[in-house]
């Protein structure tokens, strides 16, 4: 099946510094890649859809300009924190569709546990 | 606004039986249901995605119905085992955006 690499899968990181998410389509093709956020015991909270070539669209309470989202290629989406904050530190998970898939079924990333100290 | 709610308390059940999880949903009309399955420090794995107009879908030992009317799907698995133990996401999504909407899982615990 198709797979989603995601990297890193943990950063502990200080408060004001920035940090970068990758994720990666690896046998597939997305123009569309989604970034969900998960805090412990609760639901995956989509945070933004990623659209490859055009901005991403943020859902509504979530700082544009502190989650930057980039989806330079078909198989490449970047989410950057910046600034971060102990408030963000949290679970980020990225997912996909297959671009020639008929199903909308996603493809998840394993995910990146985020510590702001 | 739209809700989805799971069953809120971990289910613990033995091995050998069914499990089985809710799923209920208010203010939303979902084109299909999805259900995954995501373990500690994982993302979530497809598992079964069902459409408006289908009533039960099967996979292996996975069944899941869904019932436009009551707004409520059922996942089970029966002759569950102690791999089986997780958390179970259903998702609902609409023919626009392809965006998915969570629910908050359904922690399963199988003994031996």
């Known amino acids: 099946g198709a797979v989603v690499s995601q990297h890193p899968s943990r950063v502990i990181c200080k408060s004001g510094t920035s940090v970068k998410i990758e994720c990666r389509s690896l046998?597939?093709?997305?123009?569309?890649m989604f970034w969900y956020r998960q805090f412990p015991k609760q639901s995956l909270m989509l945070m933004a859809t990623?659209?490859?070539?055009?901005?991403?669209?943020?859902e509504q309470g979530v700082e544009k300009d502190k989650f930057l989202i980039n989806h330079a290629s078909l198989t490449l989406s970047t989410l950057t924190v910046t600034s971060a904050h102990p408030e963000d530190s949290s679970f980020y998970i990225c997912?996909?569709?297959?671009?020639?898939?008929?199903?909308?079924?996603?493809?998840f990333g394993s995910g990146t546990q985020l510590s702001v100290l | 606004s739209q809700k989805i709610e799971q069953n809120s308390e971990a289910l613990n059940i033995q091995e050998g039986k069914t499990a089985t999880l809710t799923c209920n949903y208010t203010?939303?009309?979902?084109?299909?249901l999805q259900w995954y399955r995501q373990d500690p420090g994982r993302g979530p794995v497809f598992l079964l995605l069902?459409?408006?107009?289908?009533k039960e879908k099967r996979k292996e030992r996975l069944k899941v119905t869904f019932d436009t009317t009551l707004k409520q799907s059922l996942f089970h698995i029966t002759a569950s085992q102690p791999a089986d133990s997780a958390t179970y996401l259903c998702?609902?999504?609409?023919?626009?955006?392809?965006?998915?909407?969570f629910g908050q899982g359904t922690e399963l615990s199988v003994k031996p």
């Open positions: 997912s996909a569709r297959d671009l020639g898939a008929t199903n909308e079924k996603l493809f």
């Open positions: 046998d597939f093709q997305a123009t569309t």
């Open positions: 990623s659209n490859e070539g055009s901005k991403a669209t943020y």
């Open positions: 203010n939303y009309s979902p084109a299909y």
């Open positions: 069902i459409r408006e107009n289908e």
């Open positions: 998702a609902l999504g609409t023919n626009q955006g392809g965006k998915l909407i």
